[in-house]
């Protein structure tokens, strides 16, 4: 993020202004399925309670679904003080237009002042439709979000100009100050047990006969996107990997170290791999406890979707590619040496932990990685 330079500032919004006194506090979309709360929903209910406290209102949460009281309750052990529930059979399943129609005059009603929702398909498909629908602006994808107490005006901060400069956007006519933001970005509330707060049953006026969609039937499928947002390691491969049958060898050291596998971008232009596994500006942000670069440049495009992993281990052959710079760890060698050396080094010690005999006789792929520079430890932004 050191990279980054505040520049722009952008205003939204045209039409008739909104009555700006008649609307106070910040609202937050609980994003659920299946009666699970979406990890997004806590980190809106941690930056939420941040800008509350900034401007001395309450942090008032919207959970819409079908048997979805729980997560009413655990929003407000999080950091809520009062929680919407809009509970109803043809809410069970996202659909936007069932959501909008529900959620719509609530918001109306409640006149929150900020109302924030997760980056995700669906708060992304949903926030378009509600900033339409309340004729108010939206600024898509924040990775930063700040108030001025003052003004009362939400600070929409995201990359703009190919991630390389921040934007600030105000919404400074109309109400209320919506924006979505990027899952991983914020740090998730904590819960306090026992915390109070107020938990209020909406009637939802919703019939089936007037939506225009109906679910015939959900299909449960392996999400890799939802895995590689949720992975404690990321094994991620780029160009470097030369070739997409090689793409078995990160494969099979994401199966090995109990990871999941990235990509970047070019290798998913080039169809290597499906666009679901790419990291960055256009794919997702992820903050893995370790993250694995192999043969990636480390482009800005990149990096802004993993820099915020707690461990970056990067191998490419170039010491002067920029991955380094973000990089705790970086291997300047040829990731055809490394990785097989890595894994057989890693099997060597996981045999010896489990007590048998080690050595995998792979000895030829760890005196190469020998040879390969090794690059002590940098310190990122180095
Ligand atoms: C609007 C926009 C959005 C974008 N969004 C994204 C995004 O979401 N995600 C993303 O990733 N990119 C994105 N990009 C593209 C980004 O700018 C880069 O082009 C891309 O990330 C480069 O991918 P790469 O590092 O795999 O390839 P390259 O830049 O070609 O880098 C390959 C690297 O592999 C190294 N290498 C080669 N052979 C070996 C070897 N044998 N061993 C070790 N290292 C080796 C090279 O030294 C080089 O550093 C976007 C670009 C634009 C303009």
Redesign the pocket.
Known sequence: MSEHSVTARATQGGGEPADLDAYRGVGIFLEQHNGRAAPVAWELAGIGRKLADKLGVELIGFVAGHGVEAIAREAVERGCDRVYVLDHPALAVYRNEAFARALVPVIREVKPEIFLLGATTTGRDLAGTLATTLATGLTADCTQLDVDPETRLLDAIRPAF?EKQLAVILCKKHRPQMATVRPKMMEPAEPQPGRQGQIIRVDVDLDESQLRTEVLGVIDEPDPQAQLERADVVVAG???L?DPKNLKLLFDFAERVGGVVGA????VDAGWIGREY??????LTVRPKVYFA?????????TV?MENSELIIA????PE?P?FKVADLGVV????QILPALQAELERRLDEEAGRDGGTGDDGARGEAAAAEDVPARAKGA
Do not use: E, P
Request: hydrophobic share 35%; glycine share 22%.
């Open positions: 190919l780029g160009r470097g030369q970047s971008r070019a290798i790419q990291v960055g500006q256009t794919g192999f043969g990636i440049s480390g482009a800005i495009q990149h979707g191998v490419n052959k170039d590619a991955i060698g040829d990731l055809f």
